[in-house]
């Protein structure tokens, strides 16, 4: 028997009625057993359509003996029966099921993701989650749910948003905040990459005589930067208060090591381990990928003998986008997107759409 997290949420007809009824009909499959159940939690809609209703939410914990495939079929079928119909993302619905955890196991088909790829930065799946399974533990993170409930709820949050040169990191920032700032209203400040606005939007110099100590000396001098915003005011709104960037600390290091000998390489990996524990870490890091053939438009980079207008050739695209990854999966433990700058909007969207989900206090029912 393996021990699963499900999700559900519903925000039209009687919302309790309908999610009662998903409980039931998972707990008389002869191969589920539901062991808990949280209390509802309601919370605005976040993302889709303008002028939802509020969401219902709740979360379970069951034992079963049906693989992961089979179970989310079921849950399928309940969303069936129950009148779930899909159009339009994040659109009104009777009733939604999200497998978000099957025991520690790390599940990515073209039908379903384990651990569900968003349960980290959404408000209304930790809460009730924490209720019944705080002591479980997020295997891509490898935090308990307890820990990302904290990790997302602290008064001050940080966004960091990083990506190769010219994917658009300076643009995406501003337009999340913006977005923020203008439809929500929420205290959000924009953090600066502490490089002026005619140069390109981060270390890149493959040719230069000290990458190593150009990327260093860029990293400190964005902590410092990232300090100063995160010291705490005496603003009414500091209950709730929120940064964005257009980097990521180690990011000049990581293109750094991409361009680097061994040597170098380990004088970076070395200088971002002294400097970690002074750094202010992301609450959320989201990681842009660029298609070579598909650049950020309005995006326009001066051009340099090794690059095109749109940024590094393809070959040196690759080669940073790997060592970014890289640097993320070694230097960082937190909640992380990776996300397609294409369609722009569309990205804009998912990260607007995480921040409200952090947002977003969820009231038991």
């Known amino acids: 028997m393996s021990t699963c997290l499900v999700g559900l949420g519903s925000n039209l007809g009687d919302r309790r009625l309908t999610l009662g009824e998903a409980i039931d009909q998972l707990a008389g499959h002869p191969q589920i057993d539901v062991l808990r159940r949280s209390h509802f939690y309601e919370t605005p809609a976040v993302g889709g359509p303008v002028g939802q209703e509020a969401f219902l939410n709740a979360v379970i914990r069951l034992e079963t003996s049906l693989e992961p495939e089979a179970l ?5 079928a309940v969303e069936n029966r129950l009148g779930r119909h899909r159009r339009t993302r994040w659109a009104s619905r009777s009733i939604d099921l999200d497998l978000l955890l099957y025991d520690n196991r790390q599940i ?7 651990p569900h790829p968003w349960m980290a930065v959404r408000s209304f799946v930790l809460a009730p989650a924490v209720e019944i399974a705080g002591e479980m533990i997020h295997p891509l993170i490898g935090w308990s749910l307890e820990k990302l409930w904290r990790h997302i709820t602290t008064p001050t949050r940080y966004i960091a948003i990083t990506g190769p040169p010219g994917a658009g990191k300076r643009r995406l920032a501003a337009e999340v905040v913006q977005q923020l700032v203008g439809q929500q209203r929420l205290n959000v400040q924009r953090v600066a990459a502490g490089i002026p606005e005619n140069q390109p939007d981060d270390f890149f110099r493959p040719g230069d005589d000290d ?4 990327a260093i000396e860029l990293m400190r001098r964005r902590q410092g930067v990232l300090q100063q915003a995160a010291r705490p005011s005496n603003s009414a709104k500091e209950s709730s208060r929120w940064l964005v960037s257009d980097f990521w600390c180690p990011q000049s290091l990581a293109f750094a090591d991409a361009l680097a000998d061994l040597t170098r390489g380990a004088q970076l990996r070395q200088a971002w381990q002294l400097a970690r524990d ?4 992301p ?5 842009l990928t660029v298609d070579p053939d598909q650049r950020a438009a309005g995006q326009p980079q001066p051009p340099r003998p090794h690059e095109n207008e749109d940024g590094p050739d393809h070959q040196t695209l690759a080669s940073l986008q790997q060592s970014l990854q890289r640097w993320t999966a070694e230097h960082y433990a937190g909640p992380l997107l990776r996300l397609d700058i294409s369609p722009w909007q569309r990205t804009v969207e998912e990260i607007t759409a995480a921040v409200l989900a952090m947002e977003f206090e969820p009231i038991r029912r």
């Open 108 to 114: 990515a088909t073209s039908q379903l993701t384990v």
């Open 283 to 287: 609450t959320l890091l989201v990681v």
């Open 211 to 214: 990458p190593a100590g150009a």
């Open 278 to 281: 002074e750094a202010l870490q």
């Open 72 to 76: 989310h079929q079921q849950l399928l």
